[in-house]
């Protein structure tokens, strides 16, 4: 089979797959009401329940059954999730829901929410008040006062050094800090990311600012049907501007220098080799979130989502090391291990379903954490508005599929992750 044959008909595969997923949702969201903005010290014993009850659930929460591989024993993360990024399924997770300090993984949002609004050859020359109020002892990637950078430039800062002087900067292009975060907020409300609380735009820590496991994976799946969100995440290395100086002859110049990405399964450490497979996401680090972690890799035609939170064994690299043992995990347990829940939808893509619907949870001998049904939010029925970059406009009318009117259009899920890959090779 050709290249492009075996492309269209993964594609359709997976559209197919998705819509199904969304045909069987059922029931109304069941969210913890009002949940705190304060993280608590241990999963609280009400947690949301959106992408299914299980996920609801404190402790490890998988279907052990003949065949499926045992999870690593020396996970110490207090949250995390394993997903199938384009079927949605949660193969397996721990406190999925758990709020917590996110860190600079709630770039990804913040990336989701602010990158469609600015051409990336836009240039912005930086003013004082650009700058005014990123953190101390912000991860920085070094820009100044009075220098002029491109949008694409920026976002090389935000992704490869977590630079939240490119955070703030941007955000003064987007109308401010405080535009910026009710933004972020009102799009995780949007990605039916209930658990996130956006104080600050870089994740910096701030009190009452939270979000889960299950929340970044959900800014993570958004951002990757960006073009754009995809390059940034996945780049190792970039040429950054530097600072404009006089030579010797008395003439203004600008040099450059290098950055490298320090999200270390991408780029690699002495303790800790690339992940086979991996392209992005997302890692951060702070005295309240501890590290944290968001990484997409493709293996054997599979493309999987693994979020860590907080690993309690300090050790240098443990989050990266936590994730990598997840993925392997990952790989060898999908097609295999009955999901625990789902990774839902966006709201307006969201469709209402007139049947109960089969739940995600797997009830089966040999499960971590107890059982139950999986409770699926259902949002009102819209018009795909292409939030996200997760809009539906494919419906199946006797077997075959139809584009919808209304202006909506299909999920973009060819994912050019194996050719990100090979370059890097």
Aim: hydrophobic share 40%.
């Amino acid at each position: 089979m050709s290249a492009p044959k075996k492309t269209i008909r993964r594609s359709l595969l997976v559209a197919s797959a998705t819509l199904t997923s969304l045909a069987l949702t059922a029931g109304p969201v069941l969210a913890a009401p009002s949940p705190s903005t304060s993280p608590s010290a241990t999963p609280p014993a009400n947690m949301s329940t959106v992408g299914g009850a299980r996920l609801g659930q404190a402790g490890t929460q998988v279907n052990l059954a003949s065949g499926v591989p045992v999870l690593p024993k020396d996970l110490t993360a207090r949250s995390w999730i394993v997903s199938d990024a384009e079927s949605g399924e949660v193969l397996a997770a721990h406190n999925a829901h758990w709020r917590l300090a996110p860190a600079s993984t709630l770039k990804m949002l913040f990336a989701d929410t602010v990158l469609p609004k600015f051409p990336s050859t836009t240039e912005h020359k930086v003013v004082p008040s650009d700058l005014a109020g990123v953190g101390a002892g912000s991860s920085m990637v070094g820009i100044k006062e009075g220098e002029t950078y491109t949008v694409h430039d920026l976002w090389l800062g935000v992704f490869l050094r977590s630079g939240n002087d490119a955070v703030h900067v941007l955000s003064a292009m987007n109308d401010g800090v405080k535009n910026t975060v009710a933004q972020m907020n009102e799009h995780a409300e949007e990605l039916q990311a209930l658990d996130t609380h956006v104080v600050s735009p870089d994740g910096y820590d701030a009190e009452g600012q939270v979000s889960s496991a299950y929340d970044l994976t959900l800014f993570a799946r958004s951002g990757l049907q960006k073009k754009d969100f995809r390059e940034y995440c996945s780049t190792v290395t970039a040429k950054f501007p530097g600072e404009t100086k006089k030579n010797k002859k008395g003439k203004k110049v600008r040099g450059s220098f290098e950055i490298q990405n320090t999200n270390r399964l991408l780029s690699g450490d002495s303790d800790i080799d690339v992940y086979q497979g991996i392209a992005g996401v997302k890692n951060g680090n702070t005295t309240n979130a501890g590290a944290t972690f968001t990484g997409v890799a493709e293996r054997g035609g599979k493309v999987l989502l693994v979020t860590v939170m907080n690993p309690e064994k300090n050790e240098h690299n443990e989050v990266y090391k936590e994730t990598a043992k997840l993925f392997d995990w990952g790989f060898k347990a999908a097609g295999k291990v009955e999901p625990v829940g789902e990774l839902v939808p966006p709201k307006s893509a969201a469709q209402p379903s007139a049947q109960p619907g089969a739940t995600a949870s797997g009830e089966a001998g040999g499960a971590v954490g107890g059982g139950g049904s999986s409770a699926k939010p259902v949002a009102s029925a819209t018009a795909a508005s292409g939030s996200g970059g997760m809009g539906i406009a494919l419906a199946i009318t006797g077997g075959v599929l139809v584009l919808l009117a209304a202006g909506a259009y299909l999920v973009n899920r060819r994912w050019p992750l194996p050719d990100l890959v090979r370059r890097r090779r």
